[in-house]
């Protein structure tokens, strides 16, 4: 029997019901966090070290100072049914999901896991060697499973510093394997994706790992183990992860779980199943069809009333830019096929199309985005107000569908992260003009927002990525996702309840204050000069040099040692100015100072590129982040960063990212 009232997706949703009345029967265990919110804690267990922030679960944060010997653990509330003795079923799971491990020492350490046991707390003394799963008393007798993501060798039965293994009641794995001949480096600073997928008929683990956007699909490590003979009937999954000596922050950027029941003997037991299964089928259709048709019209007023509120509030802005049909941009990217793929952009996909002959990019926002509609207003109300030859320009936008469009001016060099970086792909690498010419630009565009437009417009995702290069490699500022536009008489930061930004380019103070400021930004700069000198991202490991968790660490220290130059990418072959080289450094050093008030405005940074001021003052060592941070004198009669109330009025846009 067909339904033709039901759209596609409300059929999807049928089914979707079905099966979640099937789950409920069996008591397995399902759900899906694409990211986190505070609101999420409701969901999960989390031990008093861990927290929800930046998006995601932050099992080892730094928010209360030092992390070192520190220790975490998060599971889900709810629990998973492992086995039914009595019932003769043992459960099978997925568990999907993308973390991040970022280096705060030089190297980092310890690890993390995933792990499934019936005792969520936090065992005391379980930092360091012991990655939150025992201690050296509970090792070897305590009910729990985990899949370890090793970062330190600790032990001299582990094979590296890179390595993932099964522990079985015990931090000794089992059996384990290293993760570098597939191409993952847990101490990236980059994010993970790791499946782990157990097949209870079987009695398998299989273990997938690789760097997120390289979906090899191969599994790095199988171990044969029923986990319905080493764990309870009931047992919680979750993770837990430690710091020693040397210290990282772990966290989890999503998580989907999925469970299913395997029969394993006494099929006649779930015969009343088979039986009501059907029932609740029919009925699930027919409750869910009259929901769906009431839902359909209703929703379909409304979405019209949506759209015209959202073309209100875009044609108000004083330079709205063009609105175009969605079947002008489908046919432009025809229909948004994979053949025209640029790259994945701020919470969407770009693709390459042809607009009235001429070339352009076209972004369309994921419908998965967050903030979605409020995000694609700000972006279009923000750029479309600015005007300068170092800012990527917008051209128009579409709201028509559901699908949430921009278009923008196509930069045929796309952007500059794949000409520094040795392992992204770009064509050749970019000589010592053009990347001070880069910088200068960069430093343009910055100055421009902060400085030079109607009111102060705080970018705060600054990185080699949203630099994009037109056919000339000049460079021009994109991505507007982020962006707040303050008023220039009233302050210099914005707050927010969401910490943004992108991991390795946030100021330290942001994890504290929760504001972007112009500080904040210059900061993101520092960064992002460190980066184009040196050819190396802020966090990774190279063969040539010894692994250091942050390039600024890096850096400093050979300025320390008066060898900063030695820190410019080798791929240039000596061929640069060096006196040039340790000026552009050592400002970098100057913008990424652990003090906001200390570090220059980009103003003054735009004038030591240009070469009409001199570089400002950098210590030998790097000075320690303290928090509150001291504003000194000459910052204080300058007004470098006015604090007012958080109530005072602000043109607050978002978009996606």
Not at 532 to 559: K, M, P, T, Y
Not at 600 to 620: D, K, Q, W
Request: glycine share 8%.
């Amino acid at each position: 029997m067909q339904l033709p009232w039901l759209a596609k997706h409300e059929l999807a949703a049928t089914v979707f019901i079905i099966v979640s009345l099937i789950t409920q029967v069996t008591s397995n265990l399902n759900f899906n966090f694409p990211f986190f919110q505070p609101e999420d804690e409701a969901h999960l267990l989390l031990n008093e070290n861990s927290k929800i922030y930046l998006n995601a679960v932050q099992v080892t944060p730094d928010i209360r100072g030092p992390i070192t010997n520190y220790s975490g653990r998060v599971f889900y509330k709810e629990q998973l049914k492992l086995w039914d003795g009595q019932r003769g079923t043992k459960t099978s799971f997925n568990s999907s999901f993308v973390f991040n491990i970022y280096p705060v020492s030089s190297p980092g350490g310890e690890g993390f896991a995933f792990i499934l046991t019936d005792d969520t707390s936090l065992q005391l003394n379980s930092g360091g060697q012991w990655l939150g799963i025992v201690n050296s008393t509970s090792t070897g007798v305590t009910d729990i499973v985990g899949v370890e993501f090793d970062t330190r060798k600790s032990f001299h039965e582990d094979v590296d510093d890179n390595h993932v293994g099964v522990d079985v009641k015990s931090i000794y794995s089992i059996k384990q394997q290293s993760l570098g001949p597939y191409g993952v480096n847990l101490s990236s600073g980059s994010d993970v994706v790791a499946t782990i997928y157990f097949d209870a008929k079987h009695g398998k683990i299989t273990i997938f790992v690789s760097m997120l956007g390289d979906l090899t699909g191969r599994p790095v490590l199988v171990v044969d183990r029923d986990l319905s003979e080493l764990l309870p009937e009931n047992v919680f999954v979750g993770f837990s992860a430690s710091t020693g000596e040397y210290t990282q922050l772990n966290s989890i950027r999503s998580w989907n779980f999925s469970s299913w029941t395997d029969i394993e003997k006494n099929p006649k037991t779930l015969t009343w199943l088979w039986i009501f299964i059907p029932i609740a089928g029919v009925g699930g259709v027919c409750v869910l069809a009259s929901v769906c048709y009431w839902t359909r019209k209703h929703i379909k007023g409304r979405g019209l009333e949506e759209d015209m509120k959202i073309e209100l509030q875009i044609k108000s802005s004083s330079n709205a830019p063009l609105k175009f049909q969605l079947k002008e941009l489908l046919s432009a990217t025809r229909n948004f096929h994979s053949s025209n793929k640029l790259g994945k952009g701020g919470f969407g996909m770009v693709y390459k199309g042809t607009l009235n002959g001429k070339d352009v990019a076209v972004k369309r926002i994921s419908k998965n985005s967050r903030h979605g509609k409020q995000d694609f207003i700000a972006e279009i109300t923000t750029i479309g107000n600015l005007n300068h030859k170092h800012l990527v320009k917008l051209l128009g936008w579409c709201y028509e569908k559901g699908e949430i469009v921009l278009v923008y001016e196509l930069m045929q060099n796309r952007s500059l992260d794949r000409f520094i970086f040795s392992n992204s792909g770009g064509d050749s690498t970019l000589n010592w003009e053009k990347r001070v010419a880069i910088l200068c630009g960069v430093a343009r565009a910055l100055d421009y927002l902060h400085n030079g437009s109607d009111n102060r417009v705080l970018h705060r995702d600054i990185k080699p990525s949203n630099v994009m290069l037109d056919s000339e490699f000049n460079a021009r500022l994109g991505d507007f996702g982020l962006a707040r536009t303050i008023h220039l008489s009233e302050k210099s930061h914005h707050s927010t309840r969401e910490i943004a930004g992108t991991p390795g380019y946030m100021a330290p103070e942001s994890l504290h204050t929760q504001r972007a400021s112009v500080e904040t930004d210059v900061y993101a700069f520092g960064i992002l000069m460190l980066e184009v000198v040196c050819g190396r991202r802020n966090a990774e490991h190279r063969q040539d040099l010894r692994f250091c968790s942050s390039i600024v660490e890096w850096v400093w220290e050979l300025h320390g040692r008066e060898k900063i130059t030695d820190a410019v990418d080798l791929r240039l072959n000596d061929d640069f100015d060096k006196a040039e080289a340790k000026c552009v450094l050592e400002l970098g050093l100057a913008c990424c100072h652990p003090n906001p008030y200390e570090r220059p405005s980009m103003r003054s940074v735009l004038l030591v590129l240009i070469g009409e001021a001199s570089p400002p003052f950098v210590a030998a060592e790097k000075p320690a982040f303290t928090w509150p941070a001291t504003a000194s004198v000459l910052n204080e009669e300058s007004n470098f960063q006015v604090i007012v109330s958080q109530n005072e009025p602000i043109t607050e846009l978002k978009s996606g990212r």
